[in-house]
């Protein structure tokens, strides 16, 4: 089983998302920072898709995401969620008062809850 905390689509849209909450434009920033990470770190950064990796993933999973977060978007959780191929093991719990922070310690009551459901306790 797995339990993911706001995972980034790709490791670009995770750029773009912490630029934004610094007020810097996307583009064309985003890819620099891609493109210098790679040089830097060997290996190529716009083939980091968890979005992608997604499908072939086979176990239970849990999903959660934040609706005020402002570095992971609804658009990015979604396509992870529907990208998870056992559609009866997948599950999508979403914080209505939290955003890209500790889901436990801001909302601690649906977290454990969600947990433990997920976990059939």
């Not at 434009?25 to 770190?41: D, E, H, M, T, V």
């Not at 310690?105 to 454990?112: C, V």
Request: proline fraction near 4%; glycine fraction near 6%; charged fraction near 15%.
């Amino acid at each position: 089983a797995i339990i993911a905390e706001m995972p980034f689509a790709s490791l670009q849209e995770a750029a773009e998302g912490r630029l934004a909450t610094m007020g810097l434009p996307k583009q064309p920033f985003a890819n620099w920072l891609c493109c210098w990470g790679s040089i830097l770190r060997g290996f190529w950064a716009f083939n980091l898709q968890p979005a992608e990796y997604a499908q072939s993933v086979k176990c239970k999973v849990l999903l959660q995401w934040g609706v005020n977060d402002v570095r992971v978007s609804r658009a990015e959780t979604q396509r992870i969620y529907q990208n998870l191929q056992n559609a009866a093991s997948r599950r999508l719990a979403v914080y209505n008062n939290s955003g890209h922070q500790s889901l436990l310690a801001n909302e601690p009551q649906q977290w454990y809850t969600e947990v433990n459901n997920f976990l059939g306790k």
